[in-house]
């Protein structure tokens, strides 16, 4: 079984610039979830989708951020503009239902720099 | 919100020595999972449990939901074990939110 894939792995970018992450999650996994990780800290949950709906994106920017998950399938997640502090890993995972029994999935993440 | 604290913060070990790390949650949850991030950032899941003990080779787990804490042990550490350890707690809001603990960083030396 495949794991969870995202690219790109890494990005250099600008402050003022715009961003995309991209990813597919293990087949068949309904639930799809994007974090933030900070160095030095644990993973922040930015948004959730269950098929192609939002269950949380209480803490998702929204000013700046967006994410989609058209089809239910793939997910990108969008910075536009990119601040200093939006320097962190983004990590996207999966798991087959999203209830409270399920186990998560993680793909390799994707580095993002902001200079 | 709920808070979820992990200690230690840092743990440096001689390689075969054993250890104990400790995730307590401030409120109820749904369930609870213990990660592993390599030094390369991938979270790989170690356990899933809700309550009671597992065990996978040289690791277990035990979770008291009801004093509100987890367990990891580590037994006959390897370097490979190096990494941040994480707990992430699940609480039903409406839907199931996942807040992770700030983690325990492991070094174990050869």
């Known amino acids: 079984e495949a794991g969870v894939a995202q690219s790109p792995r890494y990005k250099i970018i600008e402050k003022r610039q715009s961003v995309a992450f991209w990813c597919n999650p293990i087949s068949g996994h309904a639930t799809l979830y994007w974090y933030q990780q900070i160095l030095g800290q644990g993973p922040k949950l930015l948004i959730q989708f269950q098929n192609n709906g939002v269950v949380d994106d209480s803490q998702l920017p929204k000013d700046r951020f967006s994410a989609e998950r058209l089809k239910g399938v793939d997910s990108t997640l969008k910075i536009q503009p990119a601040k200093l502090e939006d320097s962190a890993m983004y990590l996207c995972a999966s798991s087959h239902s999203g209830a409270g029994t399920d186990t998560q999935y993680f793909g390799p993440g994707t580095r993002l720099t902001v200079l | 919100g709920i808070q979820v604290e992990q200690s230690p913060p840092d743990l440096i070990l001689q390689e075969g020595a054993n250890s104990t790390l400790r995730c307590n949650f401030s409120?109820?949850?749904?369930?609870l999972q213990w990660f592993h991030q390599n030094p390369w950032g991938q979270l790989i899941n170690l356990f899933y449990?809700?309550?009671g003990t597992k065990q996978n080779g040289r690791l277990s787990a035990t979770t008291v939901a009801t004093e509100r804490y987890s367990l990891l042990y580590i037994s006959s550490s390897q370097t490979t074990d190096s990494g941040v350890y994480f707990c992430a707690v699940l609480m039903n809001t409406g839907g199931f939110k996942t807040i992770f603990g700030a983690g325990t960083r492991l070094f174990v030396k050869a």
């Open positions: 409120d109820s949850v749904n369930n």
């Open positions: 449990i809700p309550s």
